[in-house]
């Protein structure tokens, strides 16, 4: 129903920005939570951040919190990450996902629907 398509992962440096872009397809954006986990090596995927419907509300990881910023755009259907300040620790795949609700969740088996994910690695 929903098809999700991650965009904008790359090799940058430890200090630097990058912008994932996640672009939606099929279904209604706008009825849909939208978040983005990650996962890295031998590591399981976790929580990153998460917008409700109308971006009424966001939620963060501690881990990103204050660097990281999740926004959407419900006329492009597309959610962004844009990531600033970048650490190694950051490293990792980052998948887009959707939820059908008008909250938030942070774990991924909330969530319906995900996309192939782009990887981020960040060098020291």
């Known amino acids: 129903q929903v098809r999700l398509v991650e965009s904008g992962g790359g090799l940058v440096q430890a200090g630097d920005s990058l912008r994932l872009s996640c672009a939606a397809s099929?279904?209604?954006?706008?009825?849909?939570?939208m978040a983005w986990f990650r996962q890295a090596a031998g590591k399981e995927r976790e929580f990153v951040a998460a917008?409700?419907?109308?971006?009424?509300?966001?939620s963060y990881a501690d881990s990103v919190k204050g660097r990281f910023t999740i926004s959407r755009d419900n006329v492009k259907n597309t959610v962004y990450l844009q990531m600033n300040s970048l650490k190694p620790e950051d490293t990792a795949v980052y998948y887009c996902a959707a939820d059908y609700t008008r909250s938030v969740h942070t774990f991924p088996q909330s969530y319906d629907y995900w996309g192939q994910g782009t990887q981020v690695t960040v060098s020291s």
């Open positions: 917008i409700t419907r109308s971006s009424s509300s966001t």
């Open positions: 099929g279904g209604t954006f706008s009825l849909y939570a």
